[in-house]
């Protein structure tokens, strides 16, 4: 199959899709049926095979690592399946079709592919680590993990750019198996095609994600810092086209964020040695959907400190874990929560490190994007930017 996969490669070039804009793939999915059918049956096996070129690609040895090969495995074995499907054209050749995407998800929900990724970076961490070690002299041997975390660094840092590109594919790949399955037997709801809502109330959605932070944080520390949603006067609020799943996700990632630093930054506990955060600074939310604009911001502040400038680009990146024991705990919580969801593409990660530079590539896969910005000493900002495609 990798003569195969360079050949489809080849033909279609090495085109990189920038983003999935939401209006263009809701116009293609509410076209007559077959359309989407014969779109995905061309699409799906070349994200596929971007996706096991791009784990071909990964450096410092991530792509030798056990649970890395057997990715890459069943990669390669999905994207046979699919390149010999015939093309969809009449009813039983389209369930048949069907049927494999349907049977590949499945089975891409047990192989539970970030997952398998972010074991891989550990694999290597461990490596890279008991190599750095054995190059030490016996006394030296006795320092600290974290001297040896500086030393591996450089080669982690080389890790950023090829794994964001392995996530792009999953994520490309996922929306749009999922939007084929769920268009077909959906009764055509208002407000959704596929598993996109057209008419997101970005608001409505911030309030929701922000509950369910502070329902995580609740559950971990017992209490849990004010937050304060804000909506600036004379923005009049629009609706837009969205996969709304997404945006929830990254919210409650980056409010899990923002309440952890901020109680971990002022923690103080009552008599009983429980954490009291009614004396901590408010989590502020500002959000913004300005209508006639291109993008939707959320942008959440904490007073949680900030981030040493020396590690911003680090919180980015899928080998960094600031958490301390509790704050595990609060992101097993979350774990436990998207486990149970019925979404097929929110793989929980939280624990490893994945969250944030996911959250960052779902954002840019359709359109949108992530950035922080900290004053060291005092605290962070997160900015979520969110296109806005709009039905029209
Ligand atoms: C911090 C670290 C961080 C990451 C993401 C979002 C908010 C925050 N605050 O201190």
């Known amino acids: 199959d990798s003569a195969c996969i360079d050949g489809l490669l080849a033909f279609y070039g090495r085109r990189l899709h920038a983003e999935f804009d939401m209006s263009?793939?809701?116009?293609?999915?509410?076209?007559p049926e077959y359309?989407?059918?014969?779109?995905?049956?061309?699409?799906?096996?070349?994200?596929l095979a971007h996706h096991v070129r791009a784990i071909?690609?990964?450096?410092?040895g991530l792509n030798a690592m056990d649970s890395v090969v057997e990715l890459r495995r069943f990669m390669a074995a999905s994207f046979k399946r699919l390149v010999n499907?015939?093309?969809?054209?009449?009813e039983k050749t389209r369930a048949g079709f069907l049927e494999a995407v349907q049977e590949i998800n499945d089975q891409r929900q047990?192989?539970?592919?970030?997952?398998?990724?972010?074991?891989?970076?550990?694999?290597?961490?461990?490596?890279?680590?008991?190599?750095?070690?054995?190059?030490?002299?016996?006394?030296?041997?006795?320092?600290?993990?974290?001297?040896?975390?500086?030393?591996?660094?450089?080669?982690?840092?080389?890790?950023?750019?090829?794994l964001d590109e392995c996530n792009r594919y999953f994520i490309y790949y996922n929306f749009l198996a999922s939007q084929l399955m769920n268009l077909e037997g959906q009764t055509k709801s208002r407000g959704r095609i596929g598993t996109i809502d057209t008419e997101i109330n970005l608001l409505e959605l911030v309030k929701g994600s922000v509950e369910e932070a502070k329902q995580l944080c609740t559950h971990v520390y017992s209490d849990c810092p004010d937050v304060k949603i804000i909506v600036p006067n004379n923005m009049e609020p629009t609706t837009f086209a969205h996969k709304s799943s997404t945006i929830h996700y990254i919210l409650v990632e980056l409010m899990k964020n923002a309440l952890r630093a901020t109680v971990?930054?002022?923690?103080?506990?009552?008599?009983?040695?429980?954490?009291?955060?009614?004396?901590?600074?408010?989590?502020?939310?500002?959000?913004?959907?300005?209508?006639?604009?291109?993008?939707?911001?959320?942008?959440?502040?904490?007073?949680?400190?900030?981030?040493?400038r020396s590690q911003m680009d680090l919180v980015m990146s899928y080998t960094y874990t600031t958490a301390a024991k509790p704050a595990l705990e609060l992101m097993e919580a979350v774990n436990h929560h998207h486990s149970s969801s019925?979404?097929?593409?929110?793989?929980?990660?939280?624990?490893?490190?994945?969250?944030?530079?996911?959250?960052?590539m779902?954002?840019?896969?359709?359109?949108?994007?992530?950035?922080?910005?900290?004053?060291?000493?005092?605290?962070?900002?997160?900015?979520?930017?969110?296109?806005?495609?709009?039905?029209?």
Do not use: W
Request: glycine residues 6%.
């Open 85 to 90: 499907c015939p093309l969809p054209l009449c």
């Open 110 to 162: 047990d192989v539970d592919i970030l997952r398998k990724m972010a074991l891989g970076v550990l694999e290597l961490k461990e490596h890279l680590s008991r190599h750095t070690r054995a190059r030490l002299t016996s006394t030296q041997q006795l320092v600290k993990h974290d001297v040896i975390y500086q030393k591996i660094l450089p080669e982690l840092r080389l890790l950023q750019g090829p």
């Open 35 to 47: 359309n989407t059918y014969i779109f995905s049956h061309k699409e799906l096996p070349l994200f």
């Open 24 to 31: 263009v793939v809701v116009r293609r999915c509410t076209d």
């Open 264 to 308: 971990d930054a002022h923690m103080t506990r009552n008599a009983a040695g429980l954490v009291n955060c009614d004396d901590m600074p408010p989590v502020r939310v500002l959000v913004t959907s300005p209508s006639s604009m291109s993008h939707a911001c959320v942008c959440i502040e904490d007073e949680g400190k900030g981030i040493p």
């Open 56 to 60: 071909d690609n990964l450096p410092v």
């Open 342 to 360: 019925e979404e097929v593409d929110m793989s929980p990660l939280a624990g490893y490190g994945f969250g944030l530079p996911v959250s960052r």
């Open 362 to 392: 779902y954002a840019r896969c359709f359109g949108g994007d992530l950035t922080l910005q900290s004053i060291e000493g005092f605290g962070t900002k997160a900015y979520l930017y969110v296109k806005q495609s709009s039905m029209l």
